[in-house]
């Protein structure tokens, strides 16, 4: 039987993975939009041209061409989604689990812990792991 707190808990999380997810899309949607934007200008001398936005209490600027340089570099954006994924995940289970945040030892620990409760265990080691990829 499942109690209402772990049905909490996974609803939230669900919650939260919808809007990572969503996040992800919608930020590629507005990179490529906004790199097509660019591109369809034909600008004689892009080099020349410096983008500017308020930020905070400054001022923030950047070259057009690295600005299109960042918005082009899809593996910054999916590493932060997937920092975030597991902190969504690690709070999840710290929660199920009743440890703290400081506490739960990394997703080694906390992962065998999970594992535990749903009645299996972790048997790969980690060089059994490295010797199963070097076989594929």
Request: proline share 2%; glycine share 10%.
């Amino acid at each position: 039987m499942v109690n209402n707190s772990t049905v909490d808990v996974g609803n939230r999380v669900w919650r939260q993975w919808r809007d990572i997810t969503r996040f992800l899309e919608s930020t590629r949607l507005a990179f490529a939009r906004e790199r097509q934007i660019w591109d369809s200008l034909q600008l004689a001398s892009p080099e020349d041209i410096t983008l500017a936005s308020p930020a905070g209490i400054g001022t923030y600027r950047v070259a057009l061409q690295d600005h299109i340089e960042v918005i082009g570099n899809e593996e910054m954006l999916l590493a932060s989604v997937l920092i975030h994924s597991y902190a969504v995940a690690e709070a999840a289970v710290n929660e199920l689990l009743g440890l703290g945040p400081r506490s739960s030892g990394g997703i080694e620990a906390w992962g065998g812990k999970l594992l535990g409760q749903a009645g299996r265990t972790g048997t790969r080691s980690w060089t059994a792991g490295q010797a199963w990829f070097r076989q594929r």
